[in-house]
């Protein structure tokens, strides 16, 4: 089935994400079945800065459906760059594209990633639901290693293609569990292991923004040459403060969101 509309993009995002996170729908359960109100943040894409795939590429769909750039951010570390979009509708989740720096790797990484992105069909990363697509190429279990041993990152997207990265649950929405410190110790309490990396809680109220995430789960992935259990999305939780204008924080801090990036990091 053809898809062109934002609201069918998005149904099928969740449903592919939920399908390989079993545990996000674990948790959307557990929160539900407290009657809890629970409304989408944002959702994370990744991809490369490959002319092609870019994410001014990825955002295409976005901007075509009332989404509109408002901020940058800079990972210097992991060699990272991303954008996040907003819609005129408040209710709609925010967009935020990474892209990996390929010009900072190594040939040997660079030599990979232009192999697979030649698998893609010319002008099939123009198709309206090309994000969601899942994995346009052919990848061996050779191929994932040697990227993992320059990037968690690039090893992730060669595996798992286009598709969310993680959801986001809104915590000022909810009523229960709106402090994240009580939604952090109840998650723990039912099981599900938090992402530690820069301690449980990203940001602070100065920041206007505190995250928290569960670690990726592990699924079996079939390559080329045989399958792997690796890493694959994430839940990740934000509270917004207001800003002094009186006005919720929109935006996303770097420094925050450079560890939510280890929540699929191998030996997490």
């Given at each position: 089935m053809t898809i062109k509309t934002l609201p069918a993009l998005l149904d099928k995002m969740w449903k592919d994400y939920v399908e390989i996170n079993p545990l996000a729908q674990k948790v959307y359960d557990l929160l539900a079945k407290d009657d809890e109100q629970i409304l989408n943040d944002h959702i994370a894409l990744r991809t490369f800065n490959h002319p092609r795939l870019s994410i001014d590429v990825m955002a295409k769909p976005f901007?075509?459906?009332g989404y509109k750039y408002m901020g940058d951010y800079h990972f210097t570390e992991k060699k990272l760059y991303a954008k996040h979009?907003?819609?005129?509708?408040?209710?709609?989740?925010?967009?935020?594209i990474s892209e990996l720096l390929l010009e900072q790797f190594s040939p040997e990484l660079n030599k990979i990633i232009n192999r697979l992105v030649n698998e893609i069909p010319a002008g099939k990363e123009n198709e309206f639901d090309f994000i969601s697509a899942g994995r346009p190429w052919k990848v061996s279990t050779k191929d994932y290693q040697d990227l993992l041993k320059e990037s968690d990152y690039a090893a992730w997207v060669a595996?798992?293609?286009?598709?969310?990265?993680?959801?986001?649950?809104?915590?000022?929405?909810?009523?229960?569990?709106?402090?994240?410190?009580?939604?952090?110790?109840?998650?723990k309490s039912n099981g599900f292991?938090?992402?530690?990396?820069g301690g449980e809680i990203k940001g602070s109220k100065d920041v206007c923004?505190?995250?928290?995430?569960t670690l990726a789960n592990n699924i079996e992935v079939s390559f080329s040459d045989g399958k792997l259990t690796i890493p694959a999305c994430y839940y990740?939780?934000?509270?917004?403060?207001p800003m002094q204008n009186g006005k919720?924080?929109?935006?996303?801090?770097?420094?925050?969101?450079?560890?939510?990036?280890?929540s699929t990091n191998q030996g997490q």
């Open positions: 901007l075509e459906s979009f907003e819609h005129a509708d408040e209710k709609m989740p925010k967009i935020f595996a798992f293609g286009y598709r969310p990265n993680h959801f986001t649950v809104f915590i000022n929405a909810l009523k229960k569990f709106s402090d994240i410190n009580i939604l952090n110790e109840y998650l292991k938090l992402n530690s990396s923004l505190e995250q928290s995430s990740e939780f934000a509270k917004r403060y919720l924080y929109q935006g996303f801090v770097a420094a925050s969101a450079d560890k939510i990036f280890e």
